[in-house]
């Protein structure tokens, strides 16, 4: 009788701590950061405002299959990539960029980076991520903001685009 107790009780336990977890994890709700996009920074000649967002010559290919790719175009010169990996989305507002190699920021090689992120109008794309150390070793302990474009096709070919 004593083990039919025991383990009526160790059922219940395990049932309620189950539960109890299960309610604890929260769902995540996908975000759109699958596309192409081209960081921007904004241009103001009053110190006071933000400015005016414009356009870069880097892009941030996030894959249907969880692959990250940051490439580079240089005027005149072929396109160089100059970081890739995987990525995941782990909350709402964050996911995880899993760095094999990044040519930009190489203290990140073999690295996993968390980035916050917001994105308004299914155009924009707000970027925060934190760095401890550069390359050397030395504490950086600084946050970085940046803001990417996503890329779209336009209806039609622009006249003045340059081939």
């Given at each position: 009788?004593?083990?039919?107790?025991?383990?009526?009780?160790?059922?219940?336990?395990?049932?309620?701590?189950?539960?109890?977890?299960?309610?604890?994890?929260?769902?995540?709700?996908?975000?759109?950061?699958?596309?192409?996009?081209q960081?921007?920074?904004?241009?103001?000649?009053?110190?006071?405002?933000?400015?005016t967002?414009?356009?870069?010559?880097t892009?941030?290919?996030?894959?249907?299959?969880?692959?990250?790719?940051?490439?580079?175009t240089?005027?005149?010169?072929?396109?160089?990539?100059?970081?890739?990996?995987?990525?995941?989305?782990?909350?709402?507002?964050?996911?995880?960029?899993?760095?094999?190699?990044?040519?930009?920021?190489?203290?990140?090689?073999?690295?996993?980076?968390?980035?916050?992120?917001?994105?308004?109008?299914?155009?924009?794309?707000?970027?925060?991520?934190?760095?401890?150390?550069?390359?050397?070793?030395?504490?950086?302990?600084?946050?970085?903001?940046?803001?990417?474009?996503?890329?779209?096709?336009?209806?039609?070919?622009?006249?003045?685009?340059?081939?």
């Amino acid at each position: 009788m004593k083990k039919i107790v025991t383990l009526i009780a160790c059922g219940a336990f395990l049932f309620c701590g189950t539960q109890a977890v299960a309610q604890e994890k929260k769902d995540v709700k996908p975000a759109n950061l699958r596309g192409i996009w081209q960081l921007c920074h904004y241009v103001s000649e009053n110190p006071e405002l933000p400015g005016t967002l414009k356009p870069s010559n880097t892009y941030k290919v996030l894959s249907n299959d969880a692959r990250i790719i940051n490439f580079t175009t240089i005027p005149g010169q072929p396109a160089i990539i100059t970081g890739y990996g995987s990525y995941a989305q782990l909350t709402d507002h964050s996911y995880k960029e899993s760095i094999e190699r990044n040519i930009h920021l190489p203290m990140l090689d073999n690295q996993d980076n968390i980035l916050e992120f917001e994105i308004t109008d299914d155009e924009l794309l707000h970027l925060k991520y934190f760095i401890e150390k550069d390359l050397n070793g030395y504490k950086i302990n600084s946050w970085y903001h940046e803001t990417w474009k996503r890329v779209t096709m336009p209806d039609t070919m622009p006249e003045d685009i340059v081939r």
